[in-house]
């Protein structure tokens, strides 16, 4: 049994599901991010499956998603990279308000995310030491190329409107995979991709991998690609991603 909770958390509306019977318990918790255009709600079969594990589970809303959406969308998909830098900057203080409460176990705060939540994943593996394990499904570490393909601004066309970009992209360069490989290689780390992901394409999290194998640092790496699949989540990719974090938090 498990139990379903919304909250806040350092200001922001969060999905937060327990094991029954322990929400006030320290336990293993997972912060898990959900992709653009979504909802903490969407993602609830993850906030399911963790508690059901024995984890405590945080999804919170993005800025301008779930509870945070102003019902402009044709703004917001112009805002797809200030978004990640915000989930990122928000991570802070979420943790400070779940540490606390004294909702998590020590040495157990474990971050996850699918698609925007999988970059943000790996954007705080870079920046926070004190995160024991990441995951990341179909997400990416590789910022400033993929920001050519993915959700650029309509107009690049004049030395401003590329400085504004630039500046937009600033908070993120520092955090980016490749600048922090020994970050993203001394804890746990779980990558899964569709190999056919038609949105975020299934090398960016093929490059990462790569580039841990060459620096000599994938021997904390888990991988798993599915074949024929595009940018969508499924059953494998679930399954796959509670059992890496059973395995990290040494759950049976």
Known sequence: MIEI??????????????????KAAALPTVVFYHGFSSSKT???????????????AILPDAPRHGARFDGDATARAGQFWQILAQNIAEFAPLSAALHDAGLVTPGQLYVAGASLGGMTALGLMSAHPE??????????????????????????????????????????IRLEAPRNLARLGTRPLFLWHGEEDDVVPATESV???QALHTA????????????????RITPAALEG??????????IN
Not at 216 to 231: F, I, R, S
Not at 241 to 250: E, L, N, P, S
Request: glycine share 8%.
């Open 5 to 22: 909770y919304i909250g806040q958390f350092a200001g922001v509306e969060a999905l937060h599901a327990v094991p029954a019977g322990q």
């Open 42 to 56: 969407v993602y609830s079969y993850f906030a399911v499956a963790l508690a059901q594990a024995g984890f405590r």
């Open 131 to 172: 995160i024991n394990a990441v995951a990341s499904l179909m997400g990416s570490g590789y910022y400033t190329t993929l920001a050519r393909a993915l959700y650029p601004p309509n107009r690049l066309l004049t030395p401003d409107d590329r400085a504004a970009f630039d500046a937009v992209l600033a908070p993120l």
């Open 207 to 209: 490059s990462l991998q």
């Open 216 to 231: 000599g640092l994938a021997k904390n790496l888990t991988c798993q690609w599915e074949a024929g699949v595009k940018h």
């Open 241 to 250: 991603c509670v059992a890496f974090f059973r395995r990290v938090a040494a």
